[in-house]
């Protein structure tokens, strides 16, 4: 650990003598006030940098981890907030496999610039990932989210007990990555086939065919099948741009052209309306 190196100190942090009487005081947890009082008094007379110190060195160790509110706080927080902080004694941080393995996990959940450029510790990676799950679920027709109890559970942890667990279900949430990715992918390329239908829907109100068309925009939407396969979005975009053609081409035939195409002017401008 470098940072206690520079006192001369090679060894493992946790047995250092300073570390080693906050981890045994810290126990089940303590607020980083009482840690501060308990070492500045007698007998120890420790200087608040010190104390400070020790417990900054062990956040980053990962043998101690620290929350604020009930939120976890980085190793990075702010030493004006180190007494408001909560103080646990964590489990033995991850080996440099295991890191490893994590970061080429969160890797597959950011975009390759934001990775080379921006790269984020392990537990604000997590945080990311497992909001994929949701993206970009919305209103139907689209699909549903996900189940993600087994997330949300893995929420609920912090520290290194989080990254451990996450760790023991890397492969399991590997091929769930993979099948958010592939389904947000899909509702987006189907998203577009999707407003399409739409809009001809409404170009092609008051005709026969726009009735038959609400009917399976409606089931489709209330099934949230916009990722059905085969897409019935095409077939019913063709029905309608086919019953625009013939009523434009009877519009023609009964009245002077029109000045605008009638696939954008229909809603407002109705056969014989010059």
Known sequence: MGALSQVGYP??????????RVLDLIGAGKKGKDVQEHFRS????????????????????GN??????????????PQNQVGVASFYVDVPP????????????FRKSASPRKTARNPKPPHSSFKRFSHLPNLPRGSPPRP????TQDVRALQ???????????????DDL??????????????TKHWIVWERLLEFHSFATGLPEAEAGAKSIAAITESRSLLADPDPAPELTKKLTTALRLASASCRATSAPPSKSVMTDWPSRKCGAA
Not at 94 to 105: H, S
Not at 160 to 170: I, P, Y
């Open 42 to 61: 007698a007998p120890f007379g420790w200087p608040k940098d010190a104390i400070d110190g020790a417990l900054f060195v062990m956040l980053v160790a």
């Open 11 to 20: 060894g493992d942090v946790t047995k250092h003598a300073v570390c080693r």
């Open 174 to 187: 590997a091929t769930k990555l993979a099948a958010w990715k592939k389904n947000a992918d899909a509702i």
């Open 94 to 105: 991850l080996n440099v496999q295991q890191r490893l393995d994590l970061k080429a996990l």
């Open 64 to 77: 101690l981890r620290a929350t604020i509110n009930g939120q976890p706080a980085q190793a990075t927080l």
């Open 156 to 170: 609920m942890l912090s520290g290194n007990a989080q990254l451990l667990k996450v760790h023991d279900q890397k």
């Open 144 to 147: 549903e989210a996900p189940n």
